[in-house]
């Protein structure tokens, strides 16, 4: 059974940190690349960032600087560090695999429209 179990979100204040984590199991964790989509309500389900099996990483430009993705491969886990974080990083975020993970992924993240995906959790930033 795949499964990709996330962890990690909550509140935080602006200017705060945050670590997402993700954990896969049920497939080849090498043969995937792994990465975060958020969910903003009225935006389309978008990459945040990503990370292949070689380590290859991508960064949506409005979090580069400010998040970093890494990848724990004896735990089949990719954990996303997320600092700095504005009012605007507000969203549900979540953990995707794929052979090659798209920019974009439609109008929702729950249609969980390709690969495996996570439940998604909860990232609030206040002032």
């Known amino acids: 059974k795949v499964d990709l179990v996330e962890s990690g979100g909550g509140s935080v204040q602006v200017g705060g940190s945050l670590v997402l984590s993700c954990t896969a199991s049920?497939?080849?964790?090498?043969?995937?690349?792994m990465g975060w989509y958020r969910q903003i309500p009225g935006n389309e389900c978008e990459l945040v960032s990503s990370i292949t099996s070689t380590l290859s990483t991508s960064y949506a430009d409005y979090v580069k600087g400010r998040f970093t993705i890494s990848q724990d491969n004896a735990k089949k886990s990719a954990i996303l560090h997320m600092t700095s974080l504005q009012l605007e990083d507000t969203a549900v975020y979540h953990c995707a695999a794929d052979r090659i993970l798209p920019r974009s992924a439609g109008r929702y993240c729950d249609a969980h429209p390709f690969g495996y995906w996570g439940q998604g959790t909860q990232v609030t930033v206040s002032s």
């Open positions: 049920g497939f080849t964790f090498d043969d995937y690349e």
